[in-house]
């Protein structure tokens, strides 16, 4: 299957969209400008709120972000020392880890991290953590290579990430990662207590190189984009990161025939957000969301039921399951998603759909969790929220 990367300008938006064949299955957008995410600045608290046990602080003049007390163990203040309390005007090292949400501002936090394809560095507890999704086995053979120490280790908190599984024997890619995040933030904590209040310290790369590097190994195997700054941002990303072994990319120039138009990308994006989706079967799923939850409702629609009717039931469901999960990623729905499969008697039946969904969920990028099934037969998924629905990122 031809498996594909293509990056454009759309609308004063960069868009990231993942083609396998003519299926869109990833999809995302940026401004232009970038967005505030991943960002440290050095801010000032404007209120502290005891009864909600939060602050709000400002990360430029006008710019007011929420930060939870609940998280704040020792902040790096630059104004006086540390003496367990957070007071107003106080000047202190915070980043960006939550995008503004609808009416929500942004959010920020004092654990101030830098993130690699294979690791996580952190002002957190020193020591290793690990992703949840990789196995023990390669938790155990990432420890034994790594035991020997490296640069950072005492100091910082290190989480290795789940791309770190398609490391076999050889630890190198991911010791001169933690060698280089570790001299990142060696270096802007010497700096930060010579910068005045609302510097910017630091700021990621575009969110559409993060993606090339983060996405698993097979999910693509070329890069297209027909905008040759975007072409040559990308070229240079991949000379400086041989480590990150990015396919190769292309720059399209056929000017008769836009790259936009010749995916087809505004019948996908119009259908990424779309409330109906149709499956294969000819059953169809309908996608709600709601300010505190999704809905998806999974229905038979045109498929044929004939007298097997709980087979045909049982079949509709299995590839509801398979394209709730190619929904959740691709539309970026998370927090709580209540799934309301077709009805089946058989016990079997349902325990063997469970099982499948839940394997599906593993897949996914984004922390997924298959919670439980109600009283009522709805299904209960939870996935972590880390940046906006794909709706709003278009918006």
């Not at 995008?99 to 290793?128: F, H, M, Q, R």
């Not at 939870?382 to 629905?389: A, D, E, L, Q, Y």
Request: hydrophobic content about 40%; proline content about 4%; glycine content about 8%.
């Amino acid at each position: 299957m031809d498996k594909k990367c293509i990056i454009l300008k759309r609308e004063g938006k960069i868009l990231s969209l993942v083609f396998h064949g003519n299926r869109l299955v990833r999809a995302g957008a940026e401004d232009e400008g970038g967005g505030i995410l991943g960002r440290i600045h050095i801010a000032r608290v404007k209120d502290v709120v005891n009864s909600i046990h939060a602050a709000f602080v400002e990360i430029q003049p006008g710019v007011r972000c929420f930060l939870s007390l609940r998280e704040v163990r020792k902040p790096l203040l630059l104004n006086r020392e540390y003496d367990g309390r957070l007071l107003a005007e106080d000047e202190l090292l915070v980043q960006v880890n939550k995008e503004a949400i609808g009416n929500k501002p942004p959010s920020v936090t004092c654990n101030v991290s830098l993130d690699g394809k294979y690791c996580v560095l952190s002002l957190g507890k020193p020591g290793i953590s690990y992703s949840a999704k990789l196995s023990a086995k390669a938790r155990v053979r990432i420890a034994k290579g790594l035991e020997d120490g490296e640069r950072g280790m005492d100091k910082f908190g290190i989480i290795i990430r789940t791309n770190a599984r398609d490391l076999q024997e050889e630890l190198a890619p991911l010791r001169e990662e933690i060698c280089r995040l570790s001299g990142t933030m060696e270096e802007l904590l010497r700096i930060a207590p010579f910068r005045t209040c609302f510097s910017l310290l630091y700021e990621k790369p575009p969110a559409y190189l993060t993606g090339l590097r983060d996405m698993y190994a097979g999910q693509y195997e070329e890069i297209l984009t027909d905008d040759r700054e975007i072409f040559e941002k990308i070229s240079v990303f991949s000379g400086m990161h041989p480590e990150f072994a990015l396919p190769p990319a292309r720059l399209y120039q056929d000017v008769r025939l836009p790259l936009g138009r010749l995916y087809g990308v505004e019948k996908h994006l119009q259908q990424a957000l779309g409330r109906k989706v149709w499956m294969r079967s000819g059953g169809y799923l309908i996608i709600e969301p709601t300010e505190a939850l999704t809905v998806i409702d999974v229905n038979s629609g045109k498929a044929e039921t004939g007298k097997r009717g709980e087979e045909a039931y049982f079949r509709i469901n299995m590839e509801a399951a398979e394209e709730i999960a190619v929904q959740l990623a691709l539309r970026n729905i998370s927090g709580i998603i209540v799934i309301d499969f077709i009805s089946m008697a058989g016990e079997e039946e349902r325990r063997r759909l469970m099982a499948h969904f839940g394997d599906l969920l593993k897949r996914d990028a984004v922390r997924s969790r298959l919670v439980d099934i109600t009283a009522l037969g709805l299904v209960e998924v939870t996935r972590m929220k880390i940046s906006r629905p794909l709706k709003e990122q278009l918006g």
